[in-house]
């Protein structure tokens, strides 16, 4: 069950108030987004990027579809190792909460493609492997009320400056 302090702090995350969030309202906010995981549905297609692959024992084609938490780790575990060598998909998802409760995390706040998304983003460290970068980001979408993806920016913080990202604010920088 969602705490009480979520909803508020989420209202809160999208008005001119948005400054106010800090403390046990932001805390409540990222609990809730660590616990969140990836949405179960819809699944999503393997696509070019993943056709080829051998996952549980078979070789994915462009049209078969993955649940989204399996199809992020392939993309950003298998394809490009930006989690060190072993990381299964369980070690994937535990990290992503781990980034997210962190105090020393970053949490930014925008719209991306007209919606509310919540992105939290810390230094990589021991989630840094051979294809990754010093940076991880989890990115958050609020209307979903699920994770939308988590990886390494090859760009660092200079990925939140897009100029596709509307109303950016941080609320917290990583350090």
Do not use: K
Not at 40 to 65: K, N, S, Y
Not at 121 to 143: A, C, D, I, K, L
Request: hydrophobic residues 45%.
């Amino acid at each position: 069950m969602r705490s009480l302090l979520v909803r508020p702090a989420f209202r809160l995350l999208i008005s001119p108030a948005w400054w106010l969030v800090r403390g046990a309202l932001l805390d409540a906010a990222l609990a809730h987004v660590a616990q969140a995981g990836f949405a179960p549905q819809p699944f999503e297609r393997a696509g070019g990027r993943l056709a080829g692959i051998v996952w549980q024992g078979r070789t994915l084609a462009a049209t078969d579809t993955l649940p989204s938490a399996e199809a992020h780790y392939l993309r950003h575990m298998v394809m490009r190792p930006e989690w060190p060598y072993g990381t299964t998909l369980a070690d994937y998802l535990v990290s992503i909460a781990i980034i997210i409760r962190d105090p020393a995390s970053g949490v930014f706040v925008s719209r991306y493609r007209g919606r509310w998304h919540l992105a939290v983003v810390r230094r990589s460290g021991p989630f840094q492997g051979p294809g990754g970068f010093p940076f991880v980001m989890v990115e958050y979408r609020v209307h979903w009320g699920y994770w939308m993806t988590a990886f390494q920016p090859a760009n660092g913080l200079q990925h939140f400056t897009a100029p596709t990202r509307r109303n950016p604010r941080w609320l917290r920088y990583p350090h």
